[in-house]
């Protein structure tokens, strides 16, 4: 997917699914703002935009995973990933380390398997 001749495929499939997932995370918006935990006047906006920013995330995390010369640095992405979650609470206006994706440890333990050269099986 990461080769050159995919781009265009692999950008019809992240627009595909940011228009299919949208819908989805506005609802969960939806339920935050009736709730008031969130707070969003463009429930749908709001959607697009978090998703591309985890689009463009997932991108830069690929290219350093799949490049074998590149050093793997747990701290670099686990910065990236926590100033996500800190984007996405600024985008819906909830509180400050409310929105929690994945945890600290669970993140830099699977990106040990492509720092060391080892497999989820060895950890």
Known sequence: ??????????DKIQKQS????APKVAKVLKQ???EGTLYTELPGEASRLI?????NLQEEMSEVLLDDE????????????????NAIE???????????????ADLERFLTCFDRGNSVEDL
């Open 18 to 21: 940011v228009e299919r997932s």
């Open 70 to 85: 590149a050093e793997v640095e747990a701290k670099k992405f686990t910065s990236k990933y926590k100033a996500y979650e």
């Open 32 to 34: 935050g703002i009736e």
């Open 51 to 55: 998703l591309h920013m985890g689009t």
């Open 1 to 10: 997917m990461y080769r050159p001749e995919n781009l265009r495929l692999r």
């Open 90 to 104: 600024r985008v819906v206006v909830a509180p400050e380390g409310s929105i929690g994706l994945m945890e600290e």
